[in-house]
């Protein structure tokens, strides 16, 4: 397996402000195959040190562990060494405000007037000069904070230090609080592995209800 492999940015995001608060909706970009052998033991690292000895990176590296036992790995005994190593980090933003509005007189949820979704101080804003239900005295504004959350993990071949398997997960939405998310990130990434080299696919996990 000696493949080189590096990860793209994953694509556009797309989130729902209503009518889908039980889903969590991930962009996940895959590169190699890791057409490994059954059985081959696989140790989870942090890709940062600096997280190595945190009880955050331990729960997250013990859910990809299993994950990753579900596809054919077996864990690393402790003392040897392992044939792959699974090199794994996480982070979310400070967050960025986005706007919505929309009409009083019963023309329902309209989005972004004038622009299109996105990236941007505000998440976009209304013109007037493009917006046919515009109405300065009669719409209702409001404005919600939306984080992007992210997952990485590369799988690397102890026998001659190559990757052989790299993924992104890009997730957005209003929930800052990782520990919460990265369950759903983590089951998006293996729902479809190791997926198609180079692609990106939007996948939407249902958080079950109580």
Sequence with gaps: MNMMLRVAGAGLLSFSLAGCAGT??????????ANVEQGATVQVVAMDPKKADS?????????????LGQKGFKPTATGAQPQ????????VDGGKVMVRSQPSFGYGY???YGRPWGWGPYWGWRDP???PFYDPFYNDIDSVVVYR???HLAIVNEADHQQ??????ESAGTNSHLNEVM?????????RYPGDNGKTVRVKIKIPND
């Excluded at 009880?55 to 994950?67: C, H, I, R, S, W």
């Excluded at 792959?84 to 982070?91: F, I, P």
């Excluded at 052989?164 to 997960?169: D, I, M, Q, T």
Aim: glycine content about 6%; aromatic content about 22%.
């Design 55 to 67: 009880l955050e990176f331990k729960t997250y590296a013990n859910m990809v562990g299993d994950a």
């Design 84 to 91: 792959y190593v699974a090199k794994l980090d996480y982070s």
């Design 164 to 169: 052989v398997f790299e993924a992104k997960v």
């Design 129 to 131: 000069f493009f917006d």
């Design 183 to 191: 369950p759903y990130m983590i089951q998006a990434l293996f729902s």
């Design 24 to 33: 969590v909706v991930s962009d996940v970009t895959t590169f190699g195959h």
């Design 110 to 112: 309209y989005g972004y």
């Design 149 to 151: 959350r992210q997952l």
